[in-house]
């Protein structure tokens, strides 16, 4: 067999080394071009009224930076990524669990202590087995009780961000 034919490149002395050669070169490249890229201002600019496109499930799966009245508002954990606060009276389980500190058990507490009595204000939730100062004062930051969102919710049935109905444990925020 000829030298080098049928051979894995790394193995054969005389190949050893040009791939890395390529390599270097692109990325020699890459560093010269990058300065040169120009970010569009709209890009810049950070998104202050993130409104929902699509959703599924109750979360918001696309979202929009445009305001368009029509929009409904960030429902799930999408709205953390927009410095939107939690309702801890009408957030489902998935997205109780992305709060800092509460995993699937405490998340699932929540809900049990929601069904009970609903949350008036954020230090309600030191009811909740297993939240306690430090953790409340973790959470408390992204959390926001809505004026009357604790009067839906006793009849377990709260209402969505669309006004639509549905069960505790289900929902936007």
């Not at 992305?98 to 309600?124: N, T």
């Not at 297993?130 to 839906?152: D, E, K, Y």
Request: hydrophobic share 35%.
């Amino acid at each position: 067999m000829p030298r080098g034919e049928g051979m894995d490149p790394a193995l054969d002395p005389a190949q050893r080394g040009r791939e890395g050669v390529s390599w270097a070169g692109l990325l020699l490249a890459g560093a010269l071009w990058l300065p040169a890229l120009e970010v569009s201002p709209e890009l810049a600019e950070p998104c202050t009224q993130a409104m929902e496109r699509a959703a599924d499930a109750g979360h918001t799966t696309e979202v929009a930076c445009a305001p368009d009245a029509d929009a409904p508002s960030l429902r799930g954990p999408a709205r953390l990524l927009y410095g939107l606060p939690l309702d801890p009276n009408r957030a489902d389980r998935n997205t109780l669990e992305v709060l800092p500190g509460i995993g699937p058990s405490r998340a699932e507490a929540i809900l049990r202590e929601r069904a009970r009595a609903p949350f008036a204000r954020e230090d309600d939730l030191l009811r909740v087995p297993g939240i306690g100062p430090v953790t409340l004062s973790r959470i408390a930051p992204l959390l926001r009780v809505s004026p009357g969102s604790s009067a839906g919710s006793r009849s377990g049935k709260s209402v969505g961000c669309n006004g639509t109905r549905h069960a505790d444990g289900e929902g936007c925020s």
